[in-house]
């Protein structure tokens, strides 16, 4: 059964787990993951930049990021807004390039980003909740209003239930991993 309220919430939700899944991928592991500098911004040309606007960013190891800019004199500027950053890194520029390496995790820092993770996964389930709640509303009001039937007002709030439940398993899916790999020497 397709129905616009149906229709918003499933695509709402869908973005939901993409910011999710971003989220995800911006919370550094022990191996390098050029996605870590998705989050820093660079003051240069008179404005916020990303590092990937500015050069290539390549990961030669598991251990080691390397960013390549395209005009060397923003260097200087790249490497201030790394080590800025909430990412803990000592970024080093040889005049060339920008040699990010990546500490492996103790265990205490694995732990503290799981428990991150895990506030991200509650975020995105009380969005997701949100919008259910919302379609409900918004379904409620259209059978008060005598657009739709009971029988069909009751089964688009199973069907709003049902993709509520699949989204959420998305995003403990998503945060499974994500742990997997926070957890892995």
Same mark, same amino acid.
């Given at each position: 059964?397709?129905?616009?309220?149906?229709?918003?919430?499933?695509?709402?939700?869908?973005?939901?787990?993409?910011?999710?899944?971003?989220?995800?991928?911006?919370?550094?592991?022990?191996?390098?993951?050029?996605?870590?500098?998705?989050?820093?911004?660079?003051?240069?040309?008179?404005?916020?930049?990303?590092?990937?606007?500015?050069?290539?960013?390549?990961?030669?190891? =598991?251990?080691?990021?390397?960013? #390549?800019?395209?005009?060397? =004199?923003?260097?200087?500027?790249?490497?201030?807004?790394?080590? =800025?950053?909430?990412?803990?890194?000592?970024?080093?520029?040889?005049?060339?390039?920008?040699?990010?390496?990546?500490?492996?995790?103790?265990?205490?820092?694995?732990?503290?980003?799981?428990?991150?993770?895990?506030?991200?996964?509650?975020?995105?389930?009380?969005?997701?909740?949100?919008?259910?709640?919302?379609?409900? #509303?918004?379904?409620?009001?259209?059978?008060?209003?005598?657009?739709?039937?009971?029988? #069909?007002?009751?089964?688009?709030?199973?069907?709003?239930?049902?993709?509520?439940?699949?989204?959420?398993?998305?995003?403990?899916?998503?945060?499974?991993?994500?742990?997997?790999?926070?957890?892995?020497?």
């Amino acid at each position: 059964m397709s129905h616009p309220v149906l229709d918003e919430a499933t695509d709402k939700m869908d973005k939901s787990v993409v910011a999710f899944q971003t989220e995800m991928s911006n919370i550094r592991t022990g191996r390098a993951n050029a996605g870590i500098l998705d989050i820093v911004d660079v003051d240069v040309y008179g404005s916020k930049m990303k590092i990937n606007q500015l050069g290539t960013v390549t990961v030669p190891d =598991s251990h080691l990021i390397v960013v #390549d800019l395209w005009d060397k =004199s923003q260097l200087g500027a790249v490497e201030r807004a790394i080590m =800025s950053s909430s990412l803990n890194l000592m970024p080093a520029n040889d005049g060339q390039v920008i040699r990010i390496p990546i500490p492996p995790l103790n265990e205490e820092r694995r732990k503290e980003l799981v428990k991150l993770a895990g506030r991200h996964v509650e975020e995105a389930k009380v969005a997701c909740r949100s919008i259910r709640r919302h379609a409900v #509303d918004e379904i409620k009001k259209l059978q008060k209003d005598g657009e739709i039937p009971e029988d #069909d007002a009751h089964r688009m709030t199973e069907s709003v239930q049902k993709l509520t439940d699949s989204h959420t398993d998305k995003i403990d899916a998503v945060f499974k991993l994500k742990e997997a790999d926070i957890m892995e020497v």
